[in-house]
């Protein structure tokens, strides 16, 4: 008789290990899903084009019903078979509608939500995040009967938000604390430039600011203002300050949590037959946004599950690869230089392209590039591998020297 | 549309090679330049230099206007007003208070009425040319053993010998077409040997049986112990000795006191005894001898002397003006023989006639129908800046040459023109280093626009035709000196109406009483004192002595054995070794020694102009041993500091076991225009021969050591750039930019800012920036959308990327989205390859692209790199360096 692998979310992180799992051991487990949006497993990464009408959201599914059907997994989705508790003794979960299922091993991928900040008015209509196909499909409503949108948070979700939006007619007017988009992945003339560029769509840009209040009428956002005083016209405010690990189901359930889910190296959590991966995960004392870590989350908790044992997930350095409204971009490492660090920049003002190398010790650190992502795998291996560069230092920000003559 | 062709002469080096030109656009000065078949110097050869004749006669950088004090001003005012300060200052302070310092580069017709002016009607022997700085020596060589100032072979002895003697000559690079000639000549008869003599290992050793590096200043220490070793060896021509000269006996004994022990004189010259012998042994046992011998002979306190040890071993064994045997000097210039020829030298007379014959002097005055003829020699060059520097001196006309680079201790002699009232200079060129002192300026036609005759090495008088008509307000010298020596009162005797016109006078005087009844003298046109301005005109390639009737012998001196002397024999000079007149010491260790490079002349007004030409040796350099360089912390590449007590030099180090220990080379073509410090004539001891008057250039005592900016940097502009002043300092003109090398002692706080400041740049959108703090790195490019319009490289370390790359971008209209990228790497994005250092001028084919088509085409000889390549296929100078760099590739593999 195969023990029972039960998975609570039906997202990439989930999904992934569960699809590493069956291509390592396909008969290991009897498997069942559960989802709480009415959907197969869908690309999160791609809900930009289809808030900006480039994609539908059949396009974007990596898993449709049909996939779980061939794979003999049993997929509850929606909203009534959304888990309300684990019993860790029982090792039962109950549903919403009040179902009870067993386990012998469970995967806790319950992902995270958007953080809405408190600020005064937040709770009004038009407030949201920007996470799930719901977000989307509420956008690209708003989008079609009103003008003004906010974006509050100049990261990277912001801006695919600002950007679709926009490309969606509306005016759009980013807010952002810091004084550069994108700061944490790019440098502030990085950041400038992206910005630049982004004017040049007619995104509007509020930096170095915050909101204080949100304006509302009947329920409903029609301003925000700012630290400044400022006001701006706002249908919608779109909140992309960050996100929040959902860790609600496992602290109930006793499983010991910190910011999220805390997980050893192999992915198990504080009781023996449960793991978790994704965004509602800590390792350590990291949390994660991204995709790639993710998935190698993913691959370690299959590894496991399947009893192949010695897998280990470890953080690397963070490096980042984007593409954002055409721009390639890469980051990784450092991004600002210290004290005993040195910095190499290359800028082609107007074609828009940078790079910045940070250096310690005759060490690469940080990278950043912008426009052009040319070699970067020969620059992640020189920061991982901790190569010394002094011979090759005039060289370095040009790319590979075999990419350039002798 | 079929196109003229029109002969000419190079206005290079004294091979004198006939030039076929055709006028590709008339308005835009195009020319293509071909080597004259027909013509017998160079046969269709040319040399890097004459091959980019065509890149130097734009109007870029001419002197188009006469200019008084700094204001532009029409000629009759200019004319009137040189005149009337001439004889003014002539009236108030003496005839020898006016000078002229006249040039090698002027046409014999120009040379003529110039000498004619000062010796003969203003009655001051106050004239001298630059040829002293070069030739003095072996005119006092030749006549102190001939009578005469006669090269007595023709180039076609170089072919017929069987050996030749290289000696105190670079011919590879300095007298590149003749040298080419000697390369077939051996390719054709190996069984020829060379021998070549000099201190440095030169391209010229290339063709050598046997390269002796002699010790500096042993020459003639060499060629004395060469006639004890005849005198010994039994290897005299006895009959010739007794018959036909004179003074023999002393001559070898004092040769013997010197000593007659070969490892005595092995160790005097720094050779190997064995090499020696060697030589001595090829010199003895080979009847057709050629010793050619140029500025390491005669830039010497003891150059008549070196020469005289040289045409000694000759007449001692007979070889002098038989075929295939002959003591052969090299004339640095393209007229260097025709000022000569006219007297245009302090010490001589007109049409070589000497001071110290009254009846020469007689015979002049008469001819001249003047009374004013100066009858003692005038000033030599160093003598004549120096009174010029006392205020004896206080009008000097300088025409077509730079002394202010060229003269030894040359920053003195700079001061000197400063301070001296009346500076006139006639040139084609606006703005030279002499130019800048002048008070009034005299535009002359340059080369493109000369018409008038020049004569070689080998006494061959070719026609410089011109080409283009007068550009702006510009006049022939001959015109220019006339006109002043009219308005000065002597209207009779310089009513000449052209070129044509002097050139017979200049005939009919070599003709004046030359004959048996008034003694025979060896300069002789007889038969051109006749022509009409259409033979003038059609006047082909013709060696002197041209008499009435064509006689067999004329193509060479002396096979009559009748020499120019009282009692017609040729005479031995009793020569001692002496050491140069400043011996190293503690202070100043080195010896320097200058020279050419390949692709310069003289002080570059004409030759940097071509982009092709700058490129072998950019920059204003210090050869150095490798033993040197060691001992004082010098670094190839690096920057360094060259001081003697005279002066001091900055230039780029080049280490080179080519050098001896000991001695340092700097090339002589590095002006003030073109470079802050690269002037080697500052450093030069002015120290002088006592017979010739020919500076010591080759031997002053100087140390080394490294110089420390605190940035280094580079420059590459589209225009032409207005820079603050740099510690260091040289530009180039490359194709479609200027390069700048820089280096700067001041530590500047913000260099983004300098840089940015230095290339002019307010717009940031224009710009593309690398920039590396901590390594005192900023890098800038500003462009016009995609056309590079400059860029700068700056660093806190003298190893700077190579510009070789970068500077091609700048003739491209638009440079490739992939080379914005690596531009400021230097180095070109993959696919594109680096050409390297340009070695073969003629098809700017450099290093880089030379080594790979060796190594992948697996190229094993000189032969397979030209037909792969075309290198070395166009004038042949680059051969040398084509062989040691398949030497080099073979030898790594």
């Given at each position: 008789?195969k023990e029972?692998?039960?998975?609570i979310?039906?997202g990439m992180a989930?999904?992934h290990?569960?699809e590493?799992l069956?291509?390592?051991?396909?008969d290991?487990?009897n498997i069942?899903?559960?989802g709480?949006e009415?959907?197969?497993?869908y690309?999160?990464?791609m809900?930009?084009?289809v808030?900006?009408?480039?994609?539908?959201?059949?396009e974007?599914?990596?898993?449709d019903?049909?996939w779980?059907?061939?794979n003999?997994?049993?997929?509850?989705?929606?909203?009534?078979k959304?888990?309300?508790?684990i019993d860790?003794?029982?090792?039962?979960v109950?549903?919403?509608?009040a179902d009870?299922?067993?386990y012998?091993?469970?995967?806790?991928?319950?992902g995270?939500r958007?953080?809405?900040?408190?600020?005064p008015?937040?709770?009004?209509?038009?407030?949201?995040?920007?996470r799930?196909?719901a977000?989307v499909e509420k956008m690209?409503r708003?989008a079609e009967?009103h003008h003004h949108a906010?974006?509050l948070?100049g990261?990277?979700?912001?801006l695919?938000?600002?950007?679709g939006?926009?490309?969606?007619?509306m005016?759009?007017?980013?807010?952002?604390?810091?004084?550069?988009?994108?700061?944490k992945?790019?440098?502030?003339?990085?950041?400038d430039?992206?910005q630049s560029e982004?004017q040049?769509?007619?995104?509007a840009?509020?930096?170095?600011l915050s909101?204080?209040?949100i304006?509302?009428?009947d329920?409903h956002?029609?301003a925000v203002t700012l630290?400044?005083n400022s006001?701006l016209?706002a249908d919608?405010?779109v909140?992309?300050?960050?996100?929040?690990p959902n860790?609600?189901l496992a602290?109930?359930?006793?499983i010991e949590?910190d910011?999220?889910?805390l997980?050893d190296h192999a992915?198990?959590?504080?009781?023996p037959r449960?793991?978790?991966?994704?965004?509602?995960v800590?390792?350590?004392?990291e949390?994660f946004?991204?995709?790639?870590p993710v998935?190698?989350?993913?691959?370690?908790?299959?590894e496991?599950l399947a009893?192949h044992g010695?897998a280990?997930?470890?953080?690397?350095?963070h490096?980042?690869v984007?593409?954002?409204s055409?721009?390639?971009?890469?980051?990784?490492?450092?991004?600002?230089?210290?004290q005993d660090?040195?910095t190499?920049t290359?800028?082609?003002?107007?074609?828009r392209l940078?790079?910045k190398?940070?250096?310690k010790?005759?060490?690469l650190?940080?990278?950043?590039?912008?426009g052009n992502?040319r070699?970067?795998?020969?620059?992640q291996?020189l920061?991982?591998?901790?190569?010394?560069?002094?011979?090759i230092?005039?060289?370095?920000?040009?790319?590979?020297?075999e990419t350039?003559?002798? | 549309?079929e196109q003229?062709?029109i002969k000419t002469t190079c206005p290079?080096?004294?091979v004198?090679c006939?030039?076929?030109?055709?006028?590709?656009n008339r308005?835009?000065?195009q020319?293509?330049?071909?080597?004259d078949?027909q013509?017998?110097?160079?046969?269709g050869?040319?040399?890097?230099?004459?091959?980019?004749?065509?890149?130097?006669?734009?109007?870029?950088g001419?002197?188009l206007?006469p200019e008084?004090?700094?204001?532009?001003?029409?000629w009759?005012e200019?004319?009137?007003f040189v005149?009337?300060?001439?004889?003014?200052i002539i009236d108030?302070?003496g005839?020898n208070?006016?000078a002229?310092?006249?040039s090698?580069?002027l046409?014999?017709e120009?040379?003529?009425?110039?000498?004619?002016?000062m010796k003969?009607f203003i009655?001051?022997?106050?004239?001298?040319t630059?040829?002293?700085?070069c030739?003095?020596s072996?005119?006092?060589?030749?006549?102190?053993a001939?009578g005469a100032?006669?090269v007595p072979?023709?180039?076609e002895d170089?072919?017929?010998?069987e050996l030749l003697?290289?000696?105190g000559?670079n011919?590879?690079?300095c007298?590149?077409?003749?040298f080419q000639r000697?390369r077939?000549?051996k390719?054709?008869?190996?069984a020829?040997?060379?021998v070549v003599?000099?201190p440095r290992?030169?391209?010229?050793?290339d063709?050598a049986d046997l390269?002796?590096?002699?010790k500096?200043g042993?020459d003639?220490a060499l060629?004395?112990?060469l006639?004890n070793?005849?005198?010994?060896?039994?290897?005299?021509?006895?009959?010739?000795?007794?018959?036909y000269?004179?003074?023999?006996?002393?001559?070898?004994a004092?040769a013997?006191?010197?000593s007659?022990?070969?490892?005595q004189?092995?160790?005097?010259c720094?050779?190997n005894?064995?090499?020696l012998?060697?030589?001595?042994q090829?010199?003895a046992?080979?009847?057709?001898?050629?010793?050619?011998?140029?500025?390491?002979?005669n830039?010497?306190t003891?150059g008549s002397?070196k020469?005289n040890?040289i045409i000694n071993c000759h007449l001692a064994t007979?070889r002098v003006?038989?075929?295939?045997?002959s003591?052969f000097?090299l004339?640095?210039?393209?007229?260097?023989?025709?000022g000569?020829?006219?007297?245009?030298?302090?010490?001589?007379?007109?049409?070589?006639?000497?001071?110290?014959k009254?009846?020469?002097?007689?015979?002049i005055a008469?001819?001249?129908?003047?009374?004013n003829?100066?009858s003692?020699?005038?000033?030599?060059a160093?003598d004549l800046?120096?009174?010029v520097d006392?205020?004896d001196i206080?009008?000097i006309?300088?025409?077509a040459t730079n002394p202010?680079?060229s003269l030894?201790?040359a920053?003195?002699f700079k001061?000197?023109?400063?301070?001296?009232p009346?500076?006139?200079?006639?040139d084609?060129?606006?703005?030279?280093?002499t130019?800048?002192?002048a008070n009034?300026?005299?535009p002359a036609v340059?080369w493109?626009?000369?018409?008038g005759?020049?004569?070689?090495s080998?006494r061959r008088?070719s026609r410089q035709r011109?080409?283009?008509p007068?550009?702006?307000?510009?006049k022939?010298?001959w015109?220019i000196?006339?006109?002043?020596?009219?308005?000065?009162?002597?209207?009779?005797a310089?009513?000449?109406s052209s070129a044509?016109?002097i050139?017979?006078e200049?005939?009919?005087l070599s003709?004046?009483?030359?004959?048996?009844e008034?003694g025979?003298?060896?300069?002789n046109?007889?038969g051109?004192?006749?022509?009409?301005?259409?033979?003038?005109d059609?006047?082909a390639p013709?060696q002197w002595?041209?008499?009435a009737e064509?006689?067999?012998?004329?193509?060479r001196?002396?096979?009559?054995h009748?020499?120019?002397t009282?009692?017609r024999k040729?005479?031995?000079i009793?020569?001692?070794w002496?050491?140069?007149a400043?011996?190293?010491?503690n202070?100043?260790?080195?010896?320097l020694n200058t020279?050419?490079?390949?692709?310069?002349?003289?002080?570059?007004?004409r030759?940097?102009?071509?982009p092709?030409?700058?490129?072998?040796?950019?920059?204003?350099?210090?050869e150095i041993?490798?033993?040197d360089a060691?001992?004082?912390a010098?670094?190839?590449?690096?920057?360094a500091?060259?001081?003697?007590?005279?002066?001091?030099f900055?230039g780029r180090v080049?280490i080179?076991d080519?050098?001896q220990p000991?001695?340092?080379?700097i090339?002589?073509?590095w002006t003030a225009?073109?470079?802050?410090?690269?002037?080697?004539?500052?450093?030069?001891?002015?120290?002088?021969?006592?017979?010739?008057?020919?500076?010591?250039s080759?031997h002053?005592?100087?140390r080394?050591?490294?110089?420390?900016?605190a940035h280094?940097?580079f420059?590459i502009?589209?225009?032409p750039?207005?820079?603050?002043?740099f510690d260091y300092?040289?530009?180039?003109k490359?194709?479609?930019?200027f390069?700048?090398?820089?280096a700067?002692?001041?530590?500047?706080d913000?260099i983004l800012?300098?840089?940015?400041?230095l290339?002019q740049?307010?717009?940031?959108q224009?710009?593309?920036?690398y920039?590396?703090?901590?390594?005192?790195?900023?890098r800038?490019?500003?462009?016009?959308?995609?056309?590079?319009?400059?860029?700068i490289?700056?660093?806190?370390h003298w190893?700077l990327?190579?510009?070789?790359w970068?500077?091609?971008?700048f003739?491209?209209?638009?440079?490739?989205?992939?080379?914005?990228?690596?531009l400021?790497?230097a180095?070109?994005?993959?696919?594109q390859?680096?050409v390297?250092?340009?070695?073969?001028?003629?098809?700017?084919?450099g290093?880089?692209?030379?080594?790979n088509?060796?190594a992948k085409?697996k190229?094993?000889?000189?032969?397979e790199?030209s037909q792969c390549l075309?290198?070395?296929?166009g004038?042949g100078?680059?051969?040398?360096e084509?062989n040691e760099i398949?030497?080099?590739t073979?030898?790594?593999k």
């Amino acid at each position: 008789m195969k023990e029972t692998l039960l998975v609570i979310g039906n997202g990439m992180a989930g999904m992934h290990a569960v699809e590493e799992l069956l291509r390592i051991a396909p008969d290991e487990y009897n498997i069942i899903v559960f989802g709480a949006e009415p959907y197969g497993n869908y690309n999160r990464i791609m809900l930009t084009p289809v808030l900006y009408g480039a994609k539908q959201i059949d396009e974007i599914m990596i898993h449709d019903f049909d996939w779980y059907k061939k794979n003999n997994i049993t997929l509850y989705c929606g909203q009534d078979k959304m888990i309300t508790a684990i019993d860790t003794q029982a090792r039962t979960v109950t549903t919403a509608d009040a179902d009870k299922i067993s386990y012998d091993r469970l995967l806790i991928a319950t992902g995270s939500r958007s953080l809405i900040l408190p600020i005064p008015g937040h709770a009004v209509e038009g407030v949201m995040g920007f996470r799930d196909i719901a977000d989307v499909e509420k956008m690209i409503r708003k989008a079609e009967t009103h003008h003004h949108a906010v974006v509050l948070g100049g990261g990277l979700l912001g801006l695919e938000a600002a950007n679709g939006l926009s490309q969606r007619g509306m005016e759009v007017t980013v807010v952002n604390r810091s004084r550069h988009i994108l700061n944490k992945q790019l440098d502030k003339t990085a950041g400038d430039m992206l910005q630049s560029e982004l004017q040049q769509k007619n995104i509007a840009f509020r930096l170095g600011l915050s909101i204080k209040e949100i304006n509302h009428h009947d329920g409903h956002v029609n301003a925000v203002t700012l630290d400044d005083n400022s006001r701006l016209a706002a249908d919608i405010l779109v909140m992309a300050t960050g996100i929040v690990p959902n860790t609600k189901l496992a602290e109930q359930a006793g499983i010991e949590c910190d910011r999220g889910i805390l997980v050893d190296h192999a992915m198990l959590t504080s009781d023996p037959r449960i793991y978790a991966v994704g965004e509602c995960v800590q390792h350590g004392r990291e949390l994660f946004g991204l995709v790639a870590p993710v998935y190698q989350q993913a691959k370690v908790c299959a590894e496991n599950l399947a009893e192949h044992g010695r897998a280990r997930f470890k953080t690397s350095i963070h490096s980042t690869v984007l593409k954002v409204s055409g721009i390639d971009l890469f980051s990784m490492g450092e991004l600002q230089s210290g004290q005993d660090s040195e910095t190499l920049t290359h800028i082609d003002h107007h074609q828009r392209l940078y790079r910045k190398l940070v250096l310690k010790n005759n060490k690469l650190i940080g990278i950043i590039m912008y426009g052009n992502t040319r070699d970067i795998a020969w620059y992640q291996q020189l920061l991982l591998k901790q190569t010394d560069i002094a011979d090759i230092r005039d060289q370095l920000i040009f790319g590979k020297p075999e990419t350039l003559a002798a | 549309m079929e196109q003229r062709i029109i002969k000419t002469t190079c206005p290079y080096c004294g091979v004198g090679c006939g030039i076929n030109a055709t006028i590709d656009n008339r308005d835009a000065h195009q020319i293509t330049i071909k080597g004259d078949e027909q013509h017998p110097a160079n046969l269709g050869r040319l040399c890097s230099k004459g091959s980019a004749l065509a890149d130097t006669v734009s109007l870029q950088g001419r002197l188009l206007h006469p200019e008084i004090n700094g204001q532009q001003t029409a000629w009759p005012e200019a004319l009137d007003f040189v005149a009337e300060q001439f004889n003014d200052i002539i009236d108030k302070h003496g005839a020898n208070a006016v000078a002229f310092y006249v040039s090698g580069q002027l046409l014999t017709e120009d040379y003529y009425v110039a000498n004619k002016l000062m010796k003969g009607f203003i009655g001051s022997s106050n004239i001298d040319t630059n040829s002293r700085l070069c030739m003095s020596s072996a005119v006092m060589g030749y006549k102190r053993a001939f009578g005469a100032d006669a090269v007595p072979g023709n180039y076609e002895d170089l072919e017929l010998a069987e050996l030749l003697v290289i000696t105190g000559s670079n011919m590879a690079w300095c007298h590149p077409v003749l040298f080419q000639r000697v390369r077939k000549a051996k390719e054709q008869n190996p069984a020829l040997k060379i021998v070549v003599i000099d201190p440095r290992v030169t391209d010229s050793c290339d063709v050598a049986d046997l390269h002796l590096a002699l010790k500096p200043g042993a020459d003639v220490a060499l060629f004395n112990g060469l006639l004890n070793f005849l005198s010994e060896q039994n290897r005299l021509d006895q009959h010739y000795i007794e018959q036909y000269c004179s003074g023999f006996a002393e001559t070898v004994a004092s040769a013997q006191s010197e000593s007659t022990e070969l490892n005595q004189i092995a160790q005097r010259c720094g050779l190997n005894e064995n090499d020696l012998t060697l030589f001595y042994q090829w010199f003895a046992e080979n009847d057709k001898t050629v010793t050619l011998y140029s500025q390491g002979v005669n830039q010497s306190t003891s150059g008549s002397d070196k020469c005289n040890a040289i045409i000694n071993c000759h007449l001692a064994t007979g070889r002098v003006g038989k075929p295939g045997a002959s003591p052969f000097s090299l004339t640095g210039q393209p007229n260097a023989m025709g000022g000569r020829e006219v007297g245009g030298m302090a010490s001589t007379l007109a049409a070589h006639m000497d001071f110290n014959k009254p009846e020469d002097h007689q015979r002049i005055a008469r001819f001249w129908k003047t009374e004013n003829l100066a009858s003692q020699p005038g000033l030599n060059a160093v003598d004549l800046f120096s009174a010029v520097d006392k205020g004896d001196i206080k009008a000097i006309w300088i025409m077509a040459t730079n002394p202010v680079v060229s003269l030894p201790n040359a920053d003195y002699f700079k001061q000197a023109l400063e301070r001296c009232p009346l500076v006139v200079v006639s040139d084609c060129i606006a703005d030279t280093d002499t130019v800048q002192l002048a008070n009034v300026k005299l535009p002359a036609v340059g080369w493109s626009e000369k018409n008038g005759t020049v004569t070689n090495s080998e006494r061959r008088i070719s026609r410089q035709r011109p080409l283009f008509p007068a550009s702006g307000e510009a006049k022939p010298d001959w015109w220019i000196v006339c006109e002043i020596a009219k308005r000065m009162g002597f209207e009779q005797a310089f009513n000449f109406s052209s070129a044509a016109d002097i050139f017979r006078e200049h005939a009919a005087l070599s003709a004046f009483e030359n004959d048996l009844e008034h003694g025979l003298r060896d300069f002789n046109l007889t038969g051109l004192a006749e022509l009409s301005d259409a033979e003038y005109d059609q006047l082909a390639p013709t060696q002197w002595p041209v008499l009435a009737e064509p006689t067999p012998t004329s193509s060479r001196l002396f096979a009559d054995h009748r020499f120019f002397t009282p009692d017609r024999k040729a005479r031995f000079i009793p020569v001692q070794w002496r050491p140069p007149a400043n011996s190293t010491n503690n202070a100043y260790p080195l010896i320097l020694n200058t020279g050419r490079i390949r692709d310069q002349w003289h002080t570059m007004t004409r030759t940097a102009l071509s982009p092709r030409l700058n490129m072998h040796l950019p920059e204003p350099f210090i050869e150095i041993h490798p033993q040197d360089a060691e001992s004082y912390a010098i670094i190839d590449e690096s920057l360094a500091e060259v001081e003697s007590a005279w002066g001091s030099f900055l230039g780029r180090v080049k280490i080179t076991d080519k050098q001896q220990p000991g001695s340092l080379f700097i090339p002589m073509h590095w002006t003030a225009q073109l470079s802050s410090r690269g002037r080697v004539g500052a450093l030069v001891n002015p120290v002088t021969d006592p017979y010739s008057g020919q500076p010591e250039s080759k031997h002053t005592p100087v140390r080394i050591q490294t110089f420390q900016a605190a940035h280094y940097l580079f420059i590459i502009s589209r225009k032409p750039m207005t820079l603050p002043d740099f510690d260091y300092q040289a530009v180039i003109k490359a194709d479609q930019c200027f390069i700048y090398q820089l280096a700067i002692r001041a530590p500047q706080d913000n260099i983004l800012q300098w840089g940015q400041q230095l290339l002019q740049s307010t717009d940031e959108q224009q710009r593309i920036e690398y920039n590396d703090p901590a390594k005192g790195v900023y890098r800038m490019a500003t462009l016009d959308g995609n056309r590079l319009n400059n860029c700068i490289l700056i660093a806190d370390h003298w190893r700077l990327p190579d510009v070789n790359w970068l500077q091609t971008l700048f003739s491209q209209p638009e440079i490739e989205p992939q080379q914005r990228i690596s531009l400021l790497s230097a180095k070109p994005p993959i696919g594109q390859g680096d050409v390297g250092r340009i070695v073969c001028s003629c098809y700017t084919v450099g290093e880089t692209t030379i080594k790979n088509a060796i190594a992948k085409q697996k190229l094993t000889s000189v032969a397979e790199i030209s037909q792969c390549l075309s290198a070395g296929s166009g004038c042949g100078s680059c051969i040398p360096e084509l062989n040691e760099i398949l030497n080099a590739t073979c030898l790594s593999k």
